[in-house]
């Protein structure tokens, strides 16, 4: 049973730094690829960030790149977002999210599987 297990949330100040980690469990992922996601409420999620498992090619969207990094880590099998510069409007759900077919799918917002959400809070 596959299961992608968040960590790392909490509250911040303006200006601050995060970083999250999504530890995946349940199968081999080494032809995954791997994502972050954003939700407040009333929106629909936000990808923000992506990493293939094999090669780490990272993809992000412009409105964060610069300051979400991605990657993984092979041997504990975990994802990492570093988050720094937060800003209000970071708060959110982040969900790492997993995909067995190809990049775009999970970039999409259509990946096989969604971990449980950890809640980053930026105070201004």
């Known amino acids: 049973q596959v299961q992608l297990v968040e960590s790392g949330g909490g509250l911040v100040q303006t200006g601050g730094s995060l970083r999250l980690s999504c530890a995946a469990s349940g199968r081999t992922f080494s032809s995954y690829t791997m994502g972050w996601f954003r939700q407040v409420p009333g929106k629909e999620r936000e990808f923000v960030a992506a990493?293939?498992?094999?090669?780490?090619?990272?993809y992000y969207p412009d409105s964060v790149k610069g300051r979400f990094t991605i990657s993984r880590d092979n041997t504990k099998t975990t994802v990492y977002l570093q988050i720094d510069n937060l800003k209000p409007e970071d708060t959110g759900v982040y969900y790492c999210?997993?995909?067995?077919?190809?990049?775009?799918?999970?970039?999409?917002?259509?990946?096989?599987?969604w971990g449980q959400g950890t809640q980053v809070t930026v105070s201004s």
């Open positions: 990493i293939t498992w094999s090669r780490g090619r990272t």
């Open positions: 999210a997993a995909g067995g077919g190809g990049v775009h799918p999970v970039i999409s917002g259509r990946p096989d599987y």
